[in-house]
Nanobody
Framework: QVQLVESGGGSVQAGGSLRLSCAASGLRFRPYHVGWFRQPPEKDREGVAC????????YYVDSEKGRFTIYSDNAKNTLSLEMNSLKHDDTAVYYC???????????????????WGKGTLVTVSS
């Protein structure tokens, strides 16, 4: 059974940084990919970044390139998202999601991800 548990959300002022983590378990086959989505208030869930295993290739949505960094610690089965220069518009519930295959599947959107965490709230005050 695949389980994803997010942590690290909270409140931060604009311009600040946060690091989100996702503890993943149960992904038994490779390749697989794990990524972050977010859902701002009253908006649809949207992609943020993805990382695949075992090749550790990454994908970022254009708007987050340079501000966010996704990385994994395979020894700890943990995925992290380092977020810098946060803006009010980054306020959202951030979800960790996973599925088998490559990040090209992640790019097809939320309907293509099989496993989801419960989310962690990030609030950026302006």
């Amino acid at each position: 059974q695949v389980q994803l548990v997010e942590s690290g959300g909270g409140s931060v002022q604009a311009g600040g940084s946060l690091r989100l983590s996702c503890a993943a378990s149960g992904l038994r086959f490779r390749p697989y990919h794990v990524g972050w989505f977010r859902q701002p208030p009253e908006k649809d869930r949207e992609g943020v970044a993805c990382i695949s295993s075992p090749d550790i290739s990454t994908y970022y949505v254009d708007s987050e390139k340079g501000r966010f960094t996704i990385y994994s610690d395979n020894a700890k089965n943990t995925l992290s998202l380092e977020m810098n220069s946060l803006k009010h518009d980054d306020t959202a519930v951030y979800y960790c999601a996973a599925d088998y295959g490559a990040c090209e599947d992640y790019q097809r959107g939320v309907d293509n991800m099989e496993y989801w965490g419960k989310g962690t709230l990030v609030t950026v005050s302006s």
